[in-house]
């Protein structure tokens, strides 16, 4: 069982692809996480995507997808992935259409989490998260509050806040996913692949629902 995960930003891709991970074993490629490397690597690729993802624009299509064929290539194809922050425009669903065929796998279902504008601002401004275990953390939510604040439940690292959850690049994250993201849905609807859940609730209720329809829920 192989997914992606479509969403507005902040919906809570990473937080249900992180526990799909721990619960059941899925590998879980995220497109903002492979760009956070790049961007640690200090070289001038990586400065440049620092500067892109700064103001909450898209990285160019060649090379995300290029990351992105390289880390399936990587991983071991016998258990499930799910994709999260890729594909997020119509072009890039396309070139992964082409990877898996190489690959000669399939995705199997299209996960939209959908939350309003306001929620996401919401948990945009409150979210810190791990920069060594990318353990996600929000200050708004009670669920995802660490035990010490500031300081990671799981790695004892000091969490910091990502360069893009401002309000400015919030908006631009926003109006891309309006106008890039949600063609999307359409594309995959027409596939026959696509469930759409509500992402308002709790993580336990979304989660819960995530597993449903996964039907891997084992407890
Ligand atoms: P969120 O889903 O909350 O917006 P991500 O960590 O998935 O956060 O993405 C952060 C940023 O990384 C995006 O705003 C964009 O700059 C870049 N990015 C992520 N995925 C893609 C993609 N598929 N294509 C181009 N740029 C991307």
Redesign the pocket.
């Known amino acids: 069982m192989n997914i992606i995960f479509i969403a507005p930003?902040?919906a809570g891709?990473g937080t249900y692809s992180s526990l799909l991970k721990t619960k059941y074993n899925f590998t879980h490629i995220?497109?903002?996480d492979v760009?956070r490397e790049v961007v640690n690597t200090g070289t001038p690729l990586g400065e440049e995507v620092n500067k892109?993802?700064k103001r909450?624009?898209?990285?160019n299509d060649e090379i995300?997808c290029k990351l992105i064929e390289s880390k399936l290539t990587q991983i071991d194809l016998s258990k499930p992935f799910m994709l999260?922050?890729?594909?997020?425009k119509i072009n890039?669903a396309l070139e992964l259409e082409k990877i898996l065929n190489n690959l000669k796998i399939n995705v199997d279902k299209v996960i939209f989490i959908n939350i309003t504008k306001e929620t996401g601002l919401k948990r945009i401004l409150g979210r810190i998260t791990c920069p060594v275990c990318k353990r996600i953390y929000n200050l708004e939510n009670p669920e995802l509050t660490p035990k010490n604040i500031g300081v990671c439940d799981d790695c004892s690292t000091e969490l910091t806040g990502r360069k893009?959850d401002t309000k400015e690049a919030y908006e631009t994250?926003y109006d891309i996913y309006m106008n890039e993201t949600l063609p999307l849905i359409e594309y995959y609807k027409g596939h026959d692949k696509l469930v759409e859940i509500d992402g308002s609730g709790t993580v336990e209720e979304v989660f819960e629902n995530i597993e449903n329809i996964l039907g891997v829920k084992n407890d």
Not at 56 to 59: A, R
Not at 84 to 88: I, V
């Open positions: 930003p902040a891709k995220s497109a903002g760009l892109i993802m909450g624009e898209m990285i995300i999260d922050g890729f594909p997020r890039q893009d994250r």
